[in-house]
């Protein structure tokens, strides 16, 4: 198939940090955290989603200024999703927040933790300032790993509802990713695969993908900030692969 290695290739700056594995995810699968906890990390993530608007509308409005009309169809996919219909992503993280006693009023002076806070500065400035096309890569693998029968989403909304006891109201926004973002994530591929036409593309491409995964990645650590109140970062599942140049040192001589 068309553009089979380079799908390859970006799958393997997915599976050095595989959402799955992540503590917050990992976490409520093996029932470390508290319910407690758990309330305060979907905190930070109501804080991220919140600003869904402000790039998904980025990137539609550079879509329509590049003429991606192909591209534009797929943004829009994902627009309707989260703005149309009777609730928005948003109301629907924020049932799990009042299951918890917070309203909104209160998640909205809640302050980011530095995981989030860089995750929304990360996804909000590229959508800006790329193409459409980097948009969409920035999203195509963080989604494809999220929903699924074996995504991220999916491990954990049998624990939230079952062992911790939330209502499949609260937990919601889980079930909903697990159906709708495999989808998604598959269909970005797939405008991943045609428009990598030649190397220049290729690497913006590879570019993005690497930012996107790196921008949920530091979202995630930020629920676990919040829970932890330490500041740490996850390591990931594998080793950092850089583009770096060679040193040159010269030899030192002996005095």
């Known amino acids: ?68 009309y192909q591209v534009m169809d797929t943004v829009l996919e994902n627009f309707m999703e989260e703005l149309s219909g009777p609730r928005s992503h948003v109301d629907i993280v924020l049932q799990f927040l009042e299951e918890g006693g917070i309203a909104r009023e209160e998640a909205d002076q809640a302050e980011a933790a530095p995981g989030t806070m860089a995750a929304i500065e990360m996804i909000a400035h590229h959508c800006q300032h790329r193409s459409a096309l980097e948009g969409v890569a920035m999203l195509a693998f963080v989604e494809s790993m999220h929903g699924g029968l074996d995504g991220a989403a999916a491990s954990v909304y049998p624990h939230l509802i079952g062992h911790y006891g939330f209502s499949e109201r609260a937990a919601e926004t889980y079930k909903i990713h697990a159906e709708q973002d495999v989808g998604h994530g598959g269909h970005q591929i797939e405008i991943l695969r045609e428009f990598a036409t030649d190397d220049a593309a290729k690497d913006r491409i590879r570019n993005a993908v690497k930012l996107g995964l790196t921008a949920y990645t530091l979202e995630w650590d930020g629920h676990v900030q919040a829970m932890t109140g330490r500041r740490e970062f996850w390591q990931g599942t594998g080793p950092l692969h850089l583009r770096q140049p060679q040193v040159r040192l010269r030899a030192t001589q002996s005095r």
């Open 1 to 68: 198939m068309f553009n089979d290695e380079f799908i390859k290739e970006l799958w393997t700056y997915a599976d050095e940090v595989r959402m799955v594995e992540h503590p917050w995810f990992k976490g409520i699968a093996e029932h470390r955290w508290t319910r407690e906890e758990i309330i305060l990390g979907e905190v930070q993530h109501y804080l991220r989603v919140r600003t869904n608007p402000i790039y998904f509308g980025y990137i539609a409005i550079n879509a329509v200024a590049d003429k991606s």
